[in-house]
């Protein structure tokens, strides 16, 4: 700029390939060059001064790998906290949980952030300040290297917000509408299924209103206890009316499964009708249905009989 002679054009080569001209606009000489891989030498000529500069080009840093340090909410009796990898540019995690995302970077880092705000980099590694996740959001990172090089673009990360699901429950071996013995045991077996852990399992009986009946029965059992770090129970009950106190009468029975989520209602299973029966009651019932199954064999007998001299 404090020259006297400022020529209308330069020339620059680089390495062996064919030289560029450039012409002097706003006090620069601009010129444009294809992307390069190897090194060379750059020799600038302006007027009859010339220049030779040491080319060496560099990749972009680039991410190697991206990990998600999760902190659970206090509730699920967790402590240890989750890795999860996030190189895909998304991470779901349970709500109330506390996020810290630590990329690692090809090459020593010079500088790094997070939604613009200043990381402070270790080596080829960075972490960024924690994150109580509530709900959705992108999380934005960018950093540069040694050289003052930055990747091409930032790289975004999807938080996606999951809500604690309440416990799955299914039984098997377990009947609906039977009537029962008062003293006849039946096994089942329950499974409990949770996203974070299955507190407990039991069964719940409730007498159905009649006219016969004064005082209809109620009450519950529980049949296993899971804990923080059981996502899946497997338990065996069995049910004996008059060994839970169940006088004899219709009762409908419901399996129940709760988990850690603060406050959550029991997840019951559909209701199963047992009829309770003690052992005259029994009989009489075991001879009506003897007596229903004549009538309907006779009946059976005298359609085949009308059958046969239609036939003939």
């Keep these: 700029t404090d020259t006297a002679w400022k020529p209308a054009t330069a020339t620059a080569r680089l390495a062996n390939q064919q030289p560029i001209e450039a012409e002097f606009a706003g006090g620069v000489y601009s010129f ?38 999760v902190r659970l909410p206090e509730y699920l009796g967790q402590p240890a906290i989750q890795d999860r990898d996030a190189r895909g540019g998304a991470v779901s995690i349970v709500k109330g949980s506390r996020v810290t ?5 090809n090459r020593p880092l010079q500088s790094a952030q997070s939604n ?61 509408g039977r009537v029962v013995l008062d003293s006849e045991q039946l096994v089942f077996h329950v499974r409990a299924r949770d996203d974070f852990g299955v507190k407990d399992v039991g069964m719940r009986w409730t007498g159905v209103p009649s006219e016969m ?33 169940i006088e ?43 007596a229903k199954w004549h009538r309907q064999a006779l009946e059976v007998r005298d359609r085949e009989l009308q059958l046969y001299e239609t036939n003939k």
């Design 101 to 105: 995302f630590a990329p690692t970077v």
């Design 213 to 245: 009946v004064e005082k209809p029965a109620k009450g519950e059992t529980m049949l296993a206890v899971g804990a923080h770090d059981k996502s899946a129970l497997d338990v065996q009950g069995n049910f004996t009316a008059k060994s839970l106190g």
């Design 32 to 69: 444009d060059f294809p992307a390069q891989i190897d090194t060379g030498a750059l020799n600038l000529r302006v007027g009859d001064a010339s220049y030779r500069v040491d080319v060496e080009p560099k990749l972009r840093p680039e991410l190697t790998a991206i990990v998600a340090k």
């Design 116 to 176: 613009g705000k200043p990381c402070q980099p270790s080596g080829v590694s960075f972490s960024t300040p924690e994150l109580l996740v509530k709900d959705a959001q992108q999380i934005e990172l960018q950093w540069q290297d040694e050289f003052g090089l930055t990747g091409k673009e930032p790289f975004k990360i999807a938080v996606g917000a999951q809500d604690d699901e309440p416990p799955q429950l299914s039984c098997e071996d377990l009947p609906r």
């Design 248 to 290: 004899p009468q219709p009762i409908e029975l419901r399996l129940f499964a709760t988990d850690y989520f603060p406050n959550r209602k029991r997840v019951y299973t559909a209701p199963y009708l047992l009829y309770v029966l003690n052992a005259e009651q029994h009989a009489i019932w075991v001879t009506e249905q003897l």
